[in-house]
């Protein structure tokens, strides 16, 4: 699931119609582009959950206009952990308990069943995930980009500038990524909040708070007892 094929004529050096090719149109994991902007959606979506105890974060941002000796880089890091520290909190308090480790031994799949419960205010509906998908991915189904033409679309022989995105074709494409699902039952695992999880999990492991507490899938006195 980190591409789809897009059909498109290939062009020459004059940009004449030449034949036609498959042309990969990178998407959601191999797009850095679109992982970037998810990860910047997922840290904006809890701090936005955030606001009721934003008062270290609201400080640590006046300290920086007053340059109080902190780099952006360094304040960026503070808040981000800060950010991160908060899911670990809310994830341990409400979902990350003995009774779904059972039933999830995956902290993976724990993390992801946890927002689809709609803990946090992730896009839920698929048209909102292909419109965020479209978004991310820095599409323009109007753009008449030379640049874009020739790498992904063609120019007519008559010169005529051809839009290259093909929008009810892309839209569908992004329509059945976000909307792929995988597994049966409690295994199923839906592509887009798997994509959210597995951002999480990174940002957790950059911040060192992935620890075994978090990950094992039983406690030890409930494992001794089984």
């Known amino acids: 699931m980190s591409r789809i094929d897009t059909i498109t004529p290939e062009v020459n050096l004059y940009g004449r119609q030449t034949g036609i090719e498959n042309t990969m149109f990178k998407t959601f994991k191999s797009n850095k582009d679109y992982m970037k902007n998810l990860r910047n959606y997922i840290l904006d979506v809890i701090k936005e959950d955030y606001e009721e105890n934003y008062t270290l974060i609201h400080k640590l941002q006046l300290n920086t206009k007053k340059k109080s000796g902190y780099s952006i880089k360094q304040i960026n890091y503070i808040i981000e952990k800060e950010l991160m520290n908060h899911f670990v909190s809310r994830f341990e308090s409400e979902f990350n308990h003995d009774y779904n480790k059972r039933i999830y031994p995956r902290i993976h799949r724990r993390i992801e069943n946890y927002l689809l419960g709609l803990a946090y205010n992730f896009a839920y509906t698929y048209h909102d995930q292909m419109q965020q998908s479209i978004e991310f991915h820095d599409i323009n189904f109007n753009e008449h980009n030379e640049s874009k033409e020739y790498q992904w679309g063609y120019r007519k022989v008559t010169g005529k500038t051809i839009n290259s995105w093909?929008?009810?074709?892309?839209?569908?494409?992004?329509?059945?990524?976000?909307?792929?699902?995988?597994?049966?039952?409690?295994?199923?695992?839906?592509?887009?909040?798997?994509?959210?999880?597995?951002?999480?999990?990174?940002?957790?492991?950059?911040?060192?708070?992935?620890?075994?507490?978090?990950?094992?899938?039983?406690?030890?006195?409930?494992?001794?007892?089984?």
């Open 166 to 226: 093909n929008e009810e074709s892309i839209r569908k494409h992004l329509y059945d990524m976000v909307s792929y699902s995988s597994g049966v039952g409690r295994n199923t695992s839906n592509y887009y909040f798997q994509m959210i999880t597995q951002e999480i999990i990174k940002l957790l492991k950059k911040h060192k708070l992935f620890t075994k507490k978090l990950s094992l899938w039983l406690s030890k006195t409930i494992t001794q007892t089984i």
